[in-house]
């Protein structure tokens, strides 16, 4: 299978914004959702959005703060992170729900990328 790879992470400080990008090589119908996972902690879901772009799913923890898109062209989903929290701190992956529906279930995790936010 085709990993999804997701970059742009970083060391930031509370209250900054990041924009994490997750990629692919391959132009398939798939969703893509947006994950992170703590030290000590369970995944945990964040965003979701459908292949046709029209539909996007946020989890309670973080709706109102990011914000997914994507960008057909460049087969890149997009995660915008506004006013960053130390709690946020964590592995971000992505993955992708061939249905196209972005309900799951997840497949293809690639790489993540860590983001670090200090107090």
């Known amino acids: 299978q085709v990993h999804l790879v997701a970059s742009g992470g970083g060391h930031v400080q509370s209250g900054s914004s990041l924009t994490l990008s997750c990629t692919s090589d391959?132009?398939?119908?798939?969703?893509t959702g947006w994950f992170r996972q703590a030290p000590g902690k369970d995944r945990e879901f964040l965003a979701a959005?459908?292949?046709?772009?029209?539909?996007?799913y946020y989890g309670r923890s973080v709706k109102g703060r990011f914000t997914i898109s994507k960008d057909h062209a460049r087969n890149t989903v997009y995660l915008k992170m506004n006013d960053l929290k130390p709690e946020d701190t964590a592995v971000y992956s992505c993955?992708?729900?061939?249905?196209?529906?972005?309900?799951?279930?997840?497949?293809?995790w690639g790489q993540g990328t860590q983001v670090a936010v200090s107090s």
């Open positions: 993955g992708a729900d061939d249905s196209g529906r972005g309900s799951g279930p997840w497949n293809r």
């Open positions: 959005i459908r292949w046709s772009g029209a539909n996007k």
């Open positions: 391959s132009s398939a119908n798939f969703a």
